[in-house]
């Protein structure tokens, strides 16, 4: 099984971001997906998921409105568009899978199914 992020990078604030999630090796289409983060000192937050069909989608509440989940069950990748980003955006981001269909994910890795290696984020002028 692998999760592999992408798209990681140096921001001003303000600015956007779209990450990516290539997976291979498990079945992606069925599998519900989240988006989590880590900032530097601070524990795994859940910040948004999706589920297998695409249709339904939730976000924790400091992202509402500036990111957006996304995936596309034909290329096995995932998508999280990142507008509007703030200081407190920074973080390592991982994808993540599980079977369970939770839309509130977990905050701690172990949970998932299957986790990739992360994307840092950082945001800063």
């Known amino acids: 099984v692998q999760l592999v992020e992408s798209g990681g990078g140096l921001v001003q604030p303000g600015g956007s971001l779209r990450l990516s999630c290539a997976a291979s090796r498990f079945a992606f289409s069925s599998y519900w997906m989240y988006w989590v983060r880590q900032a530097p000192g601070k524990g795994l937050e859940w910040v948004s998921t999706?589920?297998?069909?695409?249709?339904?989608?939730y976000y924790t509440d400091s992202v509402k409105g500036r990111f957006t989940i996304s995936r596309d069950n034909a290329k096995n990748t995932l998508y999280l568009q990142m507008n509007n980003l703030k200081p407190e955006d920074t973080a390592l981001y991982y994808c993540?899978?599980?079977?369970?269909?939770?839309?509130?994910?977990?905050?701690?890795?172990?949970?998932?199914?299957?986790w990739g290696q992360g994307t840092q984020v950082t945001v800063s002028s």
């Open positions: 993540a899978g599980a079977s369970r269909g939770n839309p509130w994910g977990s905050s701690t890795l172990e949970w998932y199914a299957y």
């Open positions: 999706i589920n297998t069909g695409g249709g339904s989608t």
